[in-house]
């Protein structure tokens, strides 16, 4: 599920970022010291928050049809600008991170290739796309997947909305359904646009892994590199699937290697991260920056633990063979 907070956030402190009497030891923002100089490098527009949408430092436009569970009202013009240790709705600053130090480490100054599945309205590439329509990277391809129809239509508007159109060689490509483990259908929940946490139901059932009663609809599903097909070498990969991730990872773990530079994954659970860690670890990857999940305590039972997430975990992966 993507992180809201619905309060306004105090902004934090643009250096070091620890809060006031918080031993460093005891602070674990997932993100590097040095990437304050990286993001700060990035984010150099004017954030600014108009009636129907908002821009952030890097440039991105976003409309509030776009990000339904947001009141415009409580956005922190700071965190917009500079997004840590968040962005104050959304997202946390590893996941910034990650994706620009990516973009920092493309392979071609002119080339860059993102891929986001579980898109939602499409944060990740948008922010992609207009970071190489602002930095030269002309040779560009964005891939998004989302299987919510809603949200689907709010990543081709976001996208829209931002100028990323196929067009003078760019390949935009966005895929209406679910990324699994083979190609066909599956049963996905129908859900209110304002819920970022659905999740695949493989077997069709009537309670999802939250607890929370769901009617579900075939949706089409393809394979992670069945969708990448076209796509060659993917320097930057962000996948958000609400607790299948080690699943669709295992299942394509050999065609990652082959072509994918980096990924950021969101988990859902200590028990996946765990099970990520071993299998790329493994591979050879190099896990270059992560944050563990937050999750609740409590003493009723659940039959998994990622119906006790809380803000999801980011485990940031580089592809050292590429």
Known sequence: MLKKLFKKIAPAPRLVHIPVGCPPLQHYPGYLPEDTDLVSRYACGQAVVKEDHYIDGFGVRTDFTCVPFVNPACLDIERLQLPLPDDGFHAEGIEYAA???????RKAKGRFTAVEVGGGWGPWIGLAGVLANTHGADALCLIGAEASAERY?????HLEQNGLTSEHGRMIKTFHGAIWTHDGEVQFPDSNVEDMGPAVNA???KTDYRGHRVTTVSTPCVRLSTLCEDAGLIDFL???VQGSELDLLHNDAEWLGYNVRSMMVA???????????????EEGWVLRREKPCRFKMDDNPRENWEGLTQADGSQHWINPNL
């Open 99 to 105: 994706l620009l130090d990516a973009f920092d480490n």
């Open 267 to 281: 988990t859902h659970s200590r028990v996946i991260e765990g099970g990520i860690m071993d299998l790329f670890g």
């Open 203 to 205: 077997e069709g059932s």
């Open 153 to 157: 239509a709010l990543m081709c508007r």
């Open 238 to 240: 962000h996948i958000d």
